[in-house]
């Protein structure tokens, strides 16, 4: 069963940083994709990021606009977790943040179910 654990919310001031983590099992970790997604009140879940697997030669690590330059996203294979590391944090970033296994960036399926996800709040 696929399965992702979400961890490393929290409140932080604005311009501030956090690192989620993504830890993952029941696939093979190396032959898929992860992305971040956010939901914030009142809003639909949308994408944030994502990572594609590791041998992949055709997909791309992808950003949403609004983070880029701020977030970065990394995998370690070896622990089968991916990482989203977010500085200079604005009170707009506030959300519930989920990741989600998925054949290649960019696709809209995600394989196996969402996580509990995890809350992350900037304060200004």
């Known amino acids: 069963e696929v399965q992702v654990v979400e961890s490393g919310g929290g409140l932080v001031q604005a311009g501030g940083s956090l690192r989620l983590s993504c830890a993952a099992s029941g696939f093979t970790f190396d032959d898929f994709a992860i992305g971040w997604f956010r939901q914030a009140p009142g809003k639909e879940r949308g994408g944030v990021s994502c990572?594609?697997?590791?041998?992949?030669?055709?997909?791309?690590?992808t950003y949403t606009d609004s983070v880029k330059g701020r977030f970065t996203i990394s995998r370690d294979n070896a622990k089968n977790t991916v990482y989203l590391q977010m500085n200079n944090l604005k009170p707009e970033d506030t959300a519930v943040y989920y990741c989600?296994?998925?054949?290649?960036?960019?696709?809209?399926?995600?394989?196996?179910?969402w996580g509990q996800g995890t809350q992350v709040t900037v304060s200004s």
């Open positions: 989600a296994v998925q054949p290649r960036c960019g696709s809209s399926l995600i394989v196996g179910s």
């Open positions: 990572i594609p697997s590791s041998d992949s030669v055709d997909d791309s690590t």
